[in-house]
């Protein structure tokens, strides 16, 4: 059963994203949430905040080649989630690495980021739908860790 909610967790999160992006791709930038969120179309050739940003197509493949076994690690924790909670958990961040290595794998090593975060002026970071996907992922994992039941001491 969790094997199965993690699995098609991570199959709908991946559908998601690619559904989305033809949609998300032909808008103009424009304010979502005045002070707080924006959309702002952009192409992230790095990971989070840009970091280790690849310009040429070995660069691309040794990026995508590094996040590939952290997403098998993921997906073996999914198949041994012992908890719904957990389940959803990995499957949310299983579809939005998978969705993020689809982007580079279409995009020649770039994401589709969109999602401008600020507080005012104050920027924070742009982020897309298998960012967020993997976020929601992180907090299940952590509440699952939070929730956890220890036995009593004796």
């Not at 996040?67 to 949310?92: D, K, T």
């Not at 998978?98 to 980021?113: I, K, P, S, T, Y």
């Not at 401008?116 to 924070?124: A, C, E, K, N, V």
């Not at 982020?127 to 929730?147: E, Q, T, Y």
């Amino acid at each position: 059963m969790n094997r199965a909610l993690a699995f098609g967790t991570a199959a709908a999160t991946l559908a998601a994203c690619l559904a989305a992006q033809p949609l998300l791709l032909g808008l103009r930038p424009a304010v979502l949430i005045p002070g707080l969120a924006d959309f702002v179309p952009a192409w992230n050739r790095g990971v989070s905040f840009s970091l280790f940003t690849q310009h040429s197509a070995n660069g691309r493949y040794l990026l995508m080649a590094a996040v590939a076994p952290i997403s098998a690690g993921v997906a073996v924790a999914a198949w041994r989630a012992p908890n719904r909670l957990l389940a959803i958990g990995y499957g949310l961040v299983l579809g939005g690495a998978l969705g993020n290595l689809a982007d580079r794998a279409r995009f020649e090593g770039a994401v589709f980021d969109f999602l401008s975060l600020h507080l005012g002026t104050t920027p924070l970071f742009v982020c897309n739908l298998p960012d967020i996907a993997i976020s929601a992922g992180v907090l299940f994992l952590l509440a699952d860790s939070f929730l956890e039941i220890r036995p009593r001491s004796t």
